[in-house]
């Protein structure tokens, strides 16, 4: 079975903070991406990679940034914590199987005060 | 901009009832993914449509797509309690590859 873990399932941090979120897949897969969810917004995308050093912006990537050094790890970055960030992000990979079925990890629900 | 629609937003339900779950999509795509999320979890795949007219069928879930009109159902047969849970449906942006577009999710809720 494929295995997305994320580094933490709750976080708090405070406003100005850097905050680092992993994640990690056993899959090899070559696709990753991070995302957050807000309620009744659905899933928004921050950030893909579709390769190792490789990102694409996804629709709201202001505040964030990313890295990917190995295949099977990314990271999301928020800079500068700010409460509007209070989320629950959630990191997926995919590969080509006919479809970019995305398999997703647990969550890590942020809060920033 | 691609746009996914999901109606409705929150169902509740009656245990032993039909219903079902629409979801519209804005621009052509060929691809389309249900998913579920149980409260306080992550989003487990349900079904993965390929082309017009697929069917999948998992137990009391049964899902179609039909790309002419952008519309894809998610069917509700004989509800049960552990169906609760939010349905995500999806869509591929095919131009831009392999990133999808969610809709906003429906929350659905059996009494018993």
Partial sequence: DVKVTQSSRYLVKRTGEKVFLECVQDMDHENMFWYRQDPGLGLRLIYFSYDVKMKEKGDIPEGYSVSREKKERFSLILESASTNQTSMYLCASSYWTGAYEQYFGPGTRLTVT | ?112
């Avoid at chain 2, 519309?71 to 942006?93: E, G, K, P, Q, W």
């Fill in chain 2, 1 to 112: 901009e691609l746009k996914v629609e999901q109606n409705p937003l929150f169902l509740s339900m009656q245990e032993g009832k039909n219903y079902t779950i629409y979801c519209n999509y804005s621009t052509t795509s060929d691809r389309l993914y249900w998913y579920r999320q149980d409260p306080g979890k992550s989003l487990e795949s349900l079904f993965v449509l390929l082309s017009n007219g697929a069917v999948k069928q998992e137990g009391r879930l049964m899902a179609s797509l039909d790309t002419k009109a952008r519309l894809s159902t998610l069917h509700i047969t004989a509800a049960v309690h552990d169906l609760s849970a939010t349905y995500f449906c999806a869509v591929d942006r095919v131009k831009y590859g392999n990133k999808l577009v969610f809709g906003a999710g429906t929350i659905l809720r059996v009494k018993s």
